[in-house]
Nanobody, 116 residues
């Protein structure tokens, strides 16, 4: 069964760093978008960062602070989050957007809390 397994969330103080990782249980085409979305309490789920072999996209609110990377051989995607702010607090979801059975796939979500 195809799964996206996320890890790395938790509690961090403002200004701190966290790294989120997501591993796919099957091989993912490099042309598929693989990345992260987040959903804060009472808000809609929004894009954080996503990438494929051609390009990477970031939400304006995280540019310069977050870095997405992808290991195409291991089918993993990582989000390095620096200079975290309280407004980054959310459940972060790993996501794949491709075609066919992989048109849109979500992980179970992982909580990131930025608080002093």
């Amino acid at each position: 069964q195809f799964q996206l397994v996320e890890s790395g969330g938790g509690l961090v103080q403002p200004g701190g760093s966290l790294k989120l990782s997501c591993a796919a249980s099957v091989s993912i085409r490099s042309t598929y978008d693989m990345g992260w979305y987040r959903q804060a309490p009472g808000k809609q789920r929004t894009l954080v960062a996503t990438m494929n072999i051609y390009n990477a996209d970031y939400a304006a609110s995280v540019k310069g602070r977050f870095t997405i990377s992808r290991d195409y051989a291991k089918d993993t995607v990582t989000l390095q989050m620096n200079s975290l702010k309280p407004e980054d607090t959310a459940v972060y979801y790993c996501n794949i957007q491709g075609d066919g059975a992989y048109r849109e796939v979500w992980g179970q979500g992982i909580l990131v809390t930025v608080s002093s």
